[in-house]
């Protein structure tokens, strides 16, 4: 092959964060998930959006990881796999109560794990798979598949808190980040509140 004849590898490819979903994406997902009954995916997804962990920590789940007994904890910690960093999580009522109703469908104990595959009930989720699942997710929304992933569902109520509060210590530690600067590079913030600050200021 020629160099004039040779593509750049990603021609084509949409490269960069994975968009985030706004609130009018996460109550059509929501509530079209409701309709169709798919119970675990409802747990799964509300999961997602709370705990802000990143899809290889939310499928190695344990039951045991976020509840305690029949009790769904209302708080939640995991080691996270890529730092070994413990990070906390919140499980607001509409995820516990979703969660709660899985388990009671799916009759799964304290070690098993929260969302098993179909191909193998001893196993998780794997990712290949849980991505899969996402796109359908987006696909149902109205989305394009190729804008988001998985890291959408991680950064959805990140940002959302963001631009709420301003708030980016906070976020860094919801996100497990050790160092502020990869918080801000993963909300790509800088480049939102210097657009929002020059939409302000007329000259």
């Known amino acids: 092959m020629t160099k004039a004849s040779q593509q750049p590898w990603n021609k084509g490819r949409l490269i960069g964060q994975k ?11 929501r509530i079209h998930l409701q309709n169709a009954n798919a119970t675990r ?11 802000k962990l990143r899809g290889c920590d939310l ?16 708080r ?27 388990l009671e469908v799916s009759q799964l104990k304290g070690t098993d794990f929260l969302f098993t595959s179909r191909v193998s009930a001893s196993e998780h989720l794997s990712t290949r798979q849980y991505a899969r699942i996402v796109h359908g997710w987006a696909d149902k929304a109205g989305l394009d598949p190729t804008v988001y ?30 160092k502020l600067e990869s918080t801000v590079r993963y909300l ?9 600050i020059s939409e302000q200021t007329e000259i």
Do not use: C
């Open 19 to 29: 968009t985030p979903l706004k609130l009018k994406h996460i109550w059509t997902i």
């Open 41 to 51: 995916d409802l747990a799964l997804f509300n999961l997602a959006i709370d705990s």
């Open 59 to 74: 499928i190695s789940l344990r039951v045991g990881d976020i509840s305690h007994g029949n009790q769904i904890l209302a």
């Open 76 to 102: 939640a910690m995991v080691i996270q796999r890529k730092t070994q960093r413990p990070v906390q999580f919140e499980l607001t009522e509409g995820t516990r109560a979703a969660v709660a109703k899985w």
């Open 149 to 178: 992933g998985t890291h959408s569902l991680r950064r959805t109520k990140a940002t959302l808190i963001y631009k709420k509060t301003k708030n980016l210590r906070a976020v860094q530690l919801l996100l497990g980040h050790s």
């Open 188 to 196: 790509g913030i800088e480049v939102d509140d210097a657009l929002e």
